[in-house]
């Protein structure tokens, strides 16, 4: 499975990104996905999670309320609205993907694949 994360940036506090992840190799509908954040000196944070059909979705309490995280299982994509962004939002943004063998899981080892990562830093 090959993801390719794309959609980060420079945005003022309180502002807007929509991050997505496009995969390719395998049924994109066989896939749980989930997106991690990671900022320079800390270790990779759970940020959500959304199982194969779009129908179980799983948020960190950091960015509850705040982040949506969404798929379009035709167009192979995974997606992660965040809005009201803080500067503690600031890092970067990694899309991950494993076959929906077990439950919807929220460390990164659980986790097969993984995209690159796309920076989002927010200004205060």
């Known amino acids: 499975v090959q993801l390719q994360a794309s959609g980060g940036g420079l945005v003022q506090a309180g502002g807007s990104l929509r991050l997505s992840c496009a995969a390719s190799?395998?049924?994109?509908?066989?896939?749980?996905m989930a997106w991690f954040r990671q900022a320079p000196g800390k270790e990779r944070e759970f940020v959500s999670a959304?199982?194969?059909?779009?129908?179980?979705?799983v948020y960190a309490d950091s960015v509850k309320g705040r982040f949506t995280v969404s798929r379009d299982n035709a167009k192979n994509t995974v997606y992660l609205q965040m809005n009201s962004l803080k500067p503690e939002d600031s890092s970067v943004y990694y899309c991950?993907?494993?076959?929906?063998?077990?439950?919807?899981?929220?460390?990164?080892?659980?986790?097969?694949?993984w995209g690159q990562g796309t920076l989002v830093t927010v200004s205060s």
């Open positions: 190799g395998r049924a994109f509908s066989s896939l749980h």
């Open positions: 959304i199982g194969w059909s779009g129908g179980n979705i």
């Open positions: 991950a993907a494993v076959p929906a063998r077990s439950a919807l899981a929220t460390v990164a080892q659980e986790y097969d694949y």
